[in-house]
């Protein structure tokens, strides 16, 4: 949405934009927090199930939290929602079959940046090395889960951070 519209949009409902700004910020926030769950009475499966869906909440919010890389020699915030890696797998098919020019914009987190072909081979590796780290953390703690034998167990598991 343009900034004047925006702007009207705003105006219109009676919202300033303080307040808006501070909506969308709570809503962030709402967001960022993982599933919460009541332990107390719940066997020692509906535990594991519980926490497996926290753990699985904790790996999507780390994996589109993007990652940061240095292919161009400077550290870049390169964006990695959904959305982002979608754009992303369609750069990357197109950086392998060689049909991507030889430089190229792409947004990132720090804005629109141009890239070479050579540059984004880096950041796809730093794209895999990222989504593997990721999974790894989930993966220990879908091991951890598994071998728990007590709800306490289950409870004390940590996402690694």
Known sequence: M????EQAVLKALNISPEQHEKDV?????????????????MTV???KMAKL??????????????FTTE????????????????N????????ALG????????????????FTTDEWKVIAKDAESHEMAVYDKLDNARN?????????????IKWSE
């Not at 400077?74 to 959904?82: C, L, Q």
């Not at 992303?88 to 197109?94: D, E, G, P, Q, Y």
């Open 71 to 86: 292919a161009t020699g400077e550290p870049i915030r390169i964006k990695y929602a959904e959305i982002d890696q979608i």
């Open 99 to 114: 049909t991507s020019e030889l430089t190229f914009d792409f947004g990132t987190a720090d804005g629109v940046k141009t």
């Open 45 to 47: 499966d509906q535990a």
């Open 144 to 156: 951890q889960v598994e071998a728990a034998t007590s709800v306490d167990e289950v409870k004390a």
């Open 88 to 95: 992303f797998t369609k750069r990357s098919n197109a950086v």
């Open 53 to 66: 869906t926290e753990m699985k909440w904790r790996y999507k919010r780390d994996l589109i939290a993007g």
């Open 25 to 41: 910020q709570q809503r962030i926030s709402e967001f960022n927090l993982p599933p919460s769950f009541d332990y107390t009475d």
């Open 2 to 5: 343009n900034q004047s519209l």
